[in-house]
């Protein structure tokens, strides 16, 4: 089976195993070193010392990086230890595939370095050395990079098992491949990071370069079914699982692959779906990320500005963290960070991490900034987030087209964190752009992704409407410009106000779209624009959210919608808020101009802005809508939709008949609720209070746990609240609806 497979497997990590065969023959041969032929390391007794010199002489805290450490572990080594531990340091970086080869020199080297009598590097090892980065090897993530010390300890502990073995059963484990990983196993408590490096370049036609054993595990069960299944969790049945996967594989795929190829990688690994149930308010609507603004403090007081402006990079330090690529979460950067487990959150520091390496993407606009009140650079993102071992600090680094070097005022007082993410402050990043208004603005790079399409039938399986009310909502909006959704909670409203516009639109476009919720202190001033508390006293002119998004509208084609979305419209006192924008927001009084209340300045609503707006009619504190905004929006009843064929097709896919009685109980209710003098239709129970969890599909216990929450902590009060001055009433649908899902 090895022969057969061999020839699947890319060659560049076989050439990395094959120019560390000359060591690995050493240590389970001759025992001479490569870098000074006349001395034998790899021996028990050089095995021992350095084992005792890591183990036994711990040096705890984080005041000391791990190299520093083995130094003073090192020092007055023999001459035998001092080369083992280099030829182990070789041998556990050789297969990094981020490591420069300038860094996996440098270790080598400063190792060396501890000898009395110097030895040149020879020219093989030299030639293997000098691999470029990314060109081949494994990432193997943070946790392998920091156990220098646990490493080195597990090697010298195998070192010492293999030499007190017979000779005879030395010989049959060079020649078999699975009784070497038996011996290293039994050599003592596994590390399983380092064995499977150490035997991926002692046996590289049968082993994977592949240093986790959790990423083994997680391959070998997503291709199990290629084998019939898998046959255990022991180390030895991963990569026996992993070898005949890679045969099975090798009879259908032409020429070379690892895991990660193209059509392989997503057998094992595929994308999560995203649960986008119908009607499920709380269902997240995935869309294209808008371009994001960052303030950024280039090293202490700026101190590393020169480097980073002159180099077209930015960077951030803690060099307590290395890639930051291999993070899983946050925790674990904090975990890192904390090195004495003082368990203290250092939560700015984390964030500033995890954003610089996550969140900040291609396309970005950065602002360097020094201390609190000068601006000294704005410049735009154009790499990914990479990380450069070789630098002293400063080594998570991100290449920076800078358009804008100099010195600028802060408007205020900046932030003190080291990195800071300014997007929703619209007004504060308006204020930035403003200092650089003077220059010649520079043409951005189009955002990576393009837009998700979305049309009718996409909303259509979103949200329980029929085709033929679809077309009189979409008619609606179009001509009146301004539409209500109104209906009770749970019908959808929220859940198809943006879909409503991304159909419009034909692509889910969240920079033509804006959403603010109305309340009873909201004001004109929130909403178009008022005088503001200035930090530095007194009060300047702010522009509201309406008045900027009605620039930004203006300034694109006609042709191209905008959709502006009130959430609780009826909550806020419309005329106060609106003001001369009552007239001015009319279909037919697009265009025409007005002077504003708080600025020398004419103003009008652009005809490719629409207005959308929810109303809840089931909340008896609210005052009757203004009749002024009724005449100039259209209204569209939004009911609930258990009758729809998109709310059945879910409702079928779950398969459970308490669900159905319970659906069947809520619309006779939903019945009696229109006939209640009362309350009427617009207190109706909406289908959202129904919409079926992802994680109950298939496990009947969480639906019936689900169910009765639905029950109990929802509906009953609700009916507690419409019926409280009958409470006869109110118990006797309770029982009803308890009764559904038993």
Request: proline content about 6%.
């Amino acid at each position: 089976m090895t022969n057969d497979t061999a020839a699947s497997r890319l060659p560049r990590y076989m050439d990395i195993a094959h120019q560390a065969s000359e060591v690995i023959a050493q240590m389970l041969g001759d025992g001479r070193s490569v870098i000074d032929p006349t001395v034998r390391i790899w021996t028990a007794v050089a095995a021992e010392d350095l084992r005792a010199r890591i183990e036994d002489n711990p040096i705890l805290g984080g005041d000391q990086g791990q190299w520093n450490k083995l130094d003073v572990q090192l020092h007055g080594a023999s001459r035998e230890v001092v080369l083992l531990a280099a030829e182990l340091v070789f041998l556990r970086e050789h297969a990094l595939r981020s490591a420069l080869p300038s860094t996996r020199r440098e270790h080598v080297e400063r190792v060396l370095s501890h000898l009395e009598s110097p030895a040149e590097i020879p020219a093989s090892m030299s030639e293997w050395l000098s691999r470029p980065s990314k060109t081949a090897g494994f990432e193997p993530g943070t946790w392998y990079n920091g156990a220098l010390w646990l490493h080195l300890i597990w090697a010298s502990t195998f070192v010492i098992h293999w030499n007190a073995l017979p000779s005879d059963e030395r010989e049959y484990a060079q020649s078999d491949p699975w009784q070497l990983q038996q011996i290293m196993l039994n050599s003592g408590e596994d590390r399983s990071d380092i064995r499977n490096t150490l035997q991926y370049l002692a046996r590289p036609e049968t082993f994977e370069p592949i240093p986790s054993a959790g990423k083994k595990k997680q391959i070998r069960d997503g291709l199990a079914h290629l084998i019939g299944g898998p046959t255990g969790d022991s180390p030895a049945e991963l990569d026996r699982d992993l070898l005949d996967i890679r045969l099975s594989l090798s009879k259908e795929i032409d020429g070379t692959f690892d895991f990660w190829s193209d059509g392989i990688e997503e057998m094992w690994d595929p994308p999560q779906p995203v649960d986008t149930s119908a009607g499920d308010e709380s269902a997240v609507l995935a869309e294209p990320r808008p371009r994001h603004y960052w303030l950024y403090a280039p090293g202490p007081r700026a101190s590393e500005w020169d480097e980073f402006s002159s180099a077209g990079i930015m960077a951030i330090g803690w060099n307590e963290v290395e890639n930051l690529a291999a993070y899983p979460n946050r925790e674990a950067i904090r975990e890192d960070l904390d090195v004495d487990g003082t368990g203290r959150s250092m939560k700015n520091a984390v964030l500033a991490l995890w954003q610089f390496q996550n969140d900040i993407e291609i396309g970005d606009i950065v602002y360097a900034k020094r201390g609190r009140r000068e601006i000294i650079g704005r410049g735009e993102i154009v790499s990914d987030a990479r990380f450069e071992p070789e630098r002293a600090d400063f080594r998570h680094v991100r290449t920076v087209k800078w358009t804008h070097i100099g010195s600028w005022p802060h408007p205020g007082d900046a932030v003190t964190k080291t990195l800071t993410d300014l997007t929703s402050y619209r007004d504060y990043v308006e204020k930035l752009e403003d200092l650089f208004e003077d220059d010649v603005e520079p043409e951005l790079t189009a955002l990576s992704e393009p837009l998700p399409p979305y049309d009718e039938g996409t909303f259509l399986d979103e949200v329980y409407l029929s085709d033929e009310r679809y077309e009189r909502l979409r008619r609606l909006l179009k001509r009146k410009k301004n539409v209500i959704l109104a209906g009770p909670p749970g019908v959808g409203k929220t859940f198809a106000a943006k879909r409503l516009a991304y159909s419009i639109m034909g692509a889910k476009d969240p920079n033509r779209v804006q959403m603010v919720q109305f309340h009873q202190s909201y004001s004109y001033e929130d909403f178009m624009m008022g005088y503001r508390p200035a930090e530095s006293g007194g009060f300047i002119l702010s522009e509201g959210p309406f008045y900027r998004f009605c620039e930004e509208a203006r300034t694109d084609d006609e042709s191209r919608p905008y959709f502006f979305i009130v959430d609780e419209i009826n909550r806020g006192n419309i005329s106060k808020i609106f003001g001369e924008l009552l007239m001015l927001i009319e279909a037919d009084k697009r265009g025409i101009e007005l002077r504003l209340l708080y600025k020398n300045e004419k103003f009008s609503v652009p005809p490719n802005v629409h207005i959308i707006g929810m109303l809840n009619t089931a909340d008896r504190s609210l005052a009757v809508l203004d009749y002024a905004l009724r005449r100039r929006f259209g209204f569209f009843e939004m009911t609930p939709g258990f009758r729809t064929d998109g709310f059945a097709v879910r409702q079928k896919k779950l398969g459970s008949p308490a669900y159905d009685r319970l659906v069947d109980r809520i619309i006779e209710l939903n019945a009696a609720i229109a006939d209640d003098p009362a309350l009427g239709h617009g207190f109706a129970i909406g289908h959202s209070y129904l919409a079926i969890p992802a994680d109950t599909h298939s496990d009947a216990d969480a639906t019936s746990a689900w169910l009765q929450s639905v029950v109990e902590d929802e509906l009953v009060p609700l009916l507690d609240e419409y019926w409280f001055d009958e409470p006869n009433k109110a118990n006797g649908w309770a029982v009803t609806l308890r009764t559904a899902i038993v």
